[in-house]
C-alpha cells in the first residue's frame, strides 16, 4: 500500500479551472495504478479518471473527457488531475487512490490506498 494526500482543491467560478496534486509515500508507488473518485453530498463515490503505473494508459469517465486529464510523475510520486471547465456539476470531495499491481479499473473496491479526500466547489 501507499499512503495519499490530496492537495489543490477549493472553490472556483463554473468555467475554471483547478489542478488537484496526490502527493504518495512508499517504495511500490512506481508498481500502483492511480485513480481519482469523486463523492457529491448525497451520492455514492463515483470513478473520474486512472492511470496505469507507467503512464502509458489512462481512463476517464464520459462526463469529464475533453476537460480533465489524468498524468503521473513517478520520479516525485505524484498524480495530478488537471480539471478544466469546471461545471457545478464537478462538486464534489475528490479522493486519490491506489491499486497494487499497476491495472487500471474502474471498480471502487480493487483499490486499497486512499486518501482523506478534498473539497471542490464551483459555483454557477
Known amino acids: 500500500q501507499v499512503q495519499l494526500e490530496e492537495s489543490g482543491g477549493g472553490l472556483v467560478q463554473a468555467g475554471g479551472s483547478l489542478r488537484l496534486s496526490c502527493a504518495a509515500s512508499?517504495?511500490?508507488?512506481?508498481?500502483?495504478?492511480m485513480a481519482w473518485f469523486r463523492q457529491a453530498p448525497g451520492k455514492e463515490r463515483e470513478f473520474v479518471a486512472a492511470?496505469?503505473?507507467?503512464?502509458?494508459?489512462?481512463d476517464l469517465t464520459d462526463s469529464v473527457k475533453g476537460r480533465f486529464t489524468i498524468s503521473r510523475d513517478n520520479t516525485k510520486n505524484t498524480v495530478e488531475l488537471q480539471m478544466n471547465s469546471l461545471k457545478p456539476e464537478d462538486t464534489a470531495v475528490y479522493y486519490c487512490?491506489?491499486?497494487?499491481?499497476?491495472?487500471?479499473?474502474?471498480?471502487?473496491?480493487?483499490?486499497?490506498?486512499w486518501g482523506p479526500g478534498i473539497q471542490v466547489t464551483v459555483s454557477s
Open positions: 487512490a491506489g491499486r497494487g499491481g499497476g491495472i487500471i479499473t474502474r471498480t471502487i473496491t480493487e483499490y486499497e490506498s
Open positions: 512508499g517504495r511500490t508507488f512506481s508498481k500502483t495504478a
Open positions: 492511470v496505469s503505473w507507467s503512464g502509458g494508459y489512462s
